[in-house]
T-cell receptor
C-alpha cells in the first residue's frame, strides 16, 4: 500500500526567508500525481502545487516550487520569500486512481 | 458558484445517535469523497463515489454509510455515533477526466460525540 511521510511536524522560518518542507512516499506504481495542500486556521483546504510523476520538470507556482526526485520518492516544497499569510498546516498527498493518501502534515510558523 | 457546500459546520452528538452530514457541489464533478481529519494523522478517506449510483469504500469506512442519488449530492450517514468518530469531516470533489484534477474541498464539519 502507498504511504506518505512528512517527517517535520513543525517548521519555523523568518519572514522573507526560504523554507523547505519534506515529503517522502512509498509506491510501486509508475504513474501517479503528487500535491501540496495548505490548511490555514480557517480549516479550508487550499491547493498549493501539483506534480505529475511522468514529468521530470519541477512544478512552480509563484513563490512555491517543488523538488521532485522520483527515484528517491521525494517531493519537497520550497517556499521563497515567506510571508505571514503562509502560516498554516501543509499536507503532502499522493494520488493514484480514486484515492489520495495524505501525510500527517507540517505546521509552518512564520516569525515576523 | 458556491463550490462544495457542507452542512452543518459544527455538531455535537451523544453516543448512539444518528445523523447525516450533507455535501453538495455545483461544479458537475463526477468524483466526490468524504475524509476525516484527526490530529497528527492527516486526512483519511472514508467513502468515495465516481458518479450517481456508484460508491466505494475508502481507508476507514466502518460506521459510515453513503449514497449518491444525484451528481450534486453525497451525504454521509452515521448510523450509531461513537466517541471514536469525533473528528473533522471534509467533503471533496473533482473531475474524473484526469487524476491531476485537484480536489475542491468543503469547509469541514467538526463533529463531537460524547
Amino acid at each position: 500500500a502507498q504511504t506518505v511521510t512528512q517527517s517535520q511536524p513543525e517548521m519555523s522560518v523568518q519572514e522573507a526567508e526560504t523554507v523547505t518542507l519534506s515529503c517522502t512516499y512509498d509506491t510501486s506504481e509508475s504513474d501517479y500525481y503528487l500535491f501540496w495542500y495548505k490548511q490555514p486556521p480557517s480549516r479550508q483546504m487550499i491547493l498549493v502545487i501539483r506534480q505529475e510523476a511522468y514529468k521530470q520538470q519541477n512544478a512552480t507556482e509563484n513563490r512555491f516550487s517543488v523538488n521532485f526526485q522520483k527515484a528517491a520518492k521525494s517531493f519537497s516544497l520550497k517556499i521563497s520569500d515567506s510571508q505571514l499569510g503562509d502560516a498554516a498546516m501543509y499536507f503532502c498527498a499522493y494520488r493514484s486512481a480514486y484515492q489520495l493518501i495524505w501525510g500527517a502534515g507540517t505546521k509552518l510558523i512564520i516569525k515576523p | 458558484n458556491a463550490g462544495v457546500t457542507q452542512t452543518p459546520k459544527f455538531q455535537v452528538l451523544k453516543t448512539g445517535q444518528s445523523m447525516t452530514l450533507q455535501c453538495a457541489q455545483d461544479m458537475n464533478h463526477e468524483y466526490m469523497s468524504w475524509y476525516r481529519q484527526d490530529p497528527g494523522m492527516g486526512l483519511r478517506l472514508i467513502h468515495y463515489s465516481v458518479g450517481a449510483g456508484i460508491t466505494d469504500q475508502g481507508e476507514v469506512p466502518n460506521g459510515y454509510n453513503v449514497s449518491r442519488s444525484t451528481t450534486e449530492d453525497f451525504p454521509l450517514r452515521l448510523l450509531s455515533a461513537a466517541p471514536s468518530q469525533t473528528s473533522v469531516y471534509f467533503c471533496a470533489s473533482s473531475y474524473l477526466g484526469s487524476y491531476n484534477s485537484p480536489l475542491h474541498f468543503g469547509n469541514g464539519t467538526r463533529l463531537t460525540v460524547t
